[in-house]
Nanobody
Framework: QVQVVESGGGSVQPGGSLRLSCKVS????????AAWYRQARGKGREMVAT???????NYADFVEGRFTISRDNPKNTVDLQMSSLKPGDTAVYYC?????????????WGWGTQVTVSS
């Protein structure tokens, strides 16, 4: 079993910044793709950013250069630095780690952390 715990959410004014962090309980993290998703009230869950084991990052179009995903394999963490936040970024943000290691499928989610952007 893999535990995934997010932190760092909160309330911020438009134009502000937040840094989300995700801690994964097992060292297998370094072999898994890490990602941040979000789900706004009444909408489906959507990908925000992903990072492969090799460190290649991919972002949703709506990010528009405002967010940066990073991972620290020795610490089993993946962070999402968000800046120039907009009210439309308000959502619950979820961390996900997934991949196949030695024939075993891993796909684990955290409980989410609320981000609210409002004046």
């Amino acid at each position: 079993q893999v535990q995934v715990v997010e932190s760092g959410g909160g309330s911020v004014q438009p134009g502000g910044s937040l840094r989300l962090s995700c801690k994964v309980s097992r060292n297998i993290f370094r072999l898994l793709t890490a990602a941040w998703y979000r789900q706004a009230r009444g909408k489906g869950r959507e990908m925000v950013a992903t990072m492969t084991t090799a460190g290649a990052a991919n972002y949703a179009d709506f990010v528009e250069g405002r967010f940066t995903i990073s991972r620290d394999n020795p610490k089993n963490t993946v962070d999402l630095q968000m800046s120039s936040l907009k009210p439309g970024d308000t959502a619950v943000y979820y961390c996900n780690v997934e991949g196949v290691v030695s024939g075993v499928q891993y796909d684990f989610w955290g409980w989410g952390t609320q981000v609210t952007v409002s004046s």
